[in-house]
């Protein structure tokens, strides 16, 4: 990708990125599957002057590990494992890494036909390298699915997010003219809540009416 950069006056800032994917999903029994997800990401920023010493590609390796179980015929039970890497090496950042891990639970129970109660549970914890630094936040999560009529369902949901800063954000130290950008380290996560509510009427078979209200 190609565009205009305000950095360099009559200049040219390239950025090329790819990234990878995998996927292998192994059942175990009727009432039970293992999948493991693999990534991979990389993008260089650089320019027209092709300055190795000034760029290096920043990269992301990603894995998860996730078990689906039917423990009982009335319980949809979801755990894992999720692991990542971010690290970049520039002249307007240095070299850094950091790495997050998030293990995770959720369980889906439906005690009766048409009512379904999902609650999950996920903690992240994010750290660098070479650094005391390091930020966690538990997310839980909840819903309730009800059906009161065969053609009616409501629905109620919420939850709680968490983003820790990249070590793009954390580290860019950068000048030009008067734009100014200053590394902070210890830059916090971004944490959010998310709450909806909605109803789904079905009319006929080819028309059906869906409405919601949500906060986040």
Same mark, same amino acid.
């Given at each position: 990708?190609?565009?205009?950069?305000?950095?360099?006056?009559?200049?040219?800032?390239?950025?090329?990125?790819?990234?990878?994917?995998?996927?292998?999903?192994?059942?175990?029994?009727?009432? /039970?599957?293992?999948?493991?997800?693999?990534?991979? $990401?990389?993008?260089?920023?650089?320019?027209?002057?092709?300055?190795?010493?000034?760029?290096?590609? /920043?990269?992301?390796?990603?894995?998860?590990?996730?078990?689906?179980?039917?423990?009982?015929?009335?319980?949809?039970? +979801?755990?894992?494992?999720?692991?990542?890497?971010?690290?970049?090496? +520039?002249?307007? $950042?240095?070299?850094?890494?950091?790495?997050?891990?998030?293990?995770?639970?959720?369980?889906?129970?439906?005690?009766?036909?048409?009512?379904?109660?999902?609650?999950?549970?996920?903690?992240?914890?994010?750290?660098?390298?070479?650094?005391?630094?390091?930020?966690?936040?538990?997310?839980?999560?909840?819903?309730?699915?009800?059906?009161? +009529?065969?053609?009616?369902?409501?629905?109620?949901?919420?939850?709680?997010?968490?983003?820790?800063?990249?070590?793009?954000?954390?580290?860019?130290?950068?000048?030009?003219?008067?734009? +100014?950008?200053?590394?902070?380290?210890?830059?916090?996560?971004?944490?959010?809540?998310?709450?909806?509510?909605?109803?789904?009427?079905?009319?006929?078979?080819?028309?059906?009416?869906?409405?919601?209200?949500?906060?986040?």
């Amino acid at each position: 990708a190609l565009f205009s950069s305000p950095f360099y006056s009559g200049a040219e800032v390239r950025l090329n990125s790819y990234d990878s994917y995998l996927l292998y999903h192994k059942p175990i029994s009727a009432k /039970a599957g293992i999948k493991v997800r693999l990534s991979y $990401i990389s993008s260089l920023l650089g320019d027209q002057y092709n300055r190795a010493h000034d760029y290096s590609p /920043a990269e992301g390796f990603g894995s998860e590990i996730k078990m689906d179980w039917l423990p009982f015929a009335s319980h949809n039970l +979801t755990f894992g494992i999720e692991y990542k890497i971010d690290g970049g090496n +520039t002249k307007f $950042i240095g070299n850094h890494k950091g790495y997050s891990i998030a293990p995770y639970i959720q369980d889906q129970w439906q005690p009766i036909h048409n009512l379904t109660l999902t609650l999950g549970l996920r903690f992240d914890d994010y750290r660098l390298n070479d650094s005391d630094y390091h930020e966690n936040h538990f997310n839980p999560k909840f819903g309730i699915n009800f059906s009161p +009529t065969e053609n009616t369902i409501l629905r109620f949901s919420g939850g709680s997010g968490f983003r820790a800063a990249s070590i793009f954000e954390r580290f860019l130290n950068f000048k030009y003219k008067l734009f +100014t950008a200053v590394s902070n380290e210890d830059l916090k996560a971004e944490t959010s809540w998310s709450f909806d509510l909605g109803i789904r009427q079905q009319i006929t078979n080819n028309w059906w009416i869906d409405a919601a209200v949500f906060h986040n």
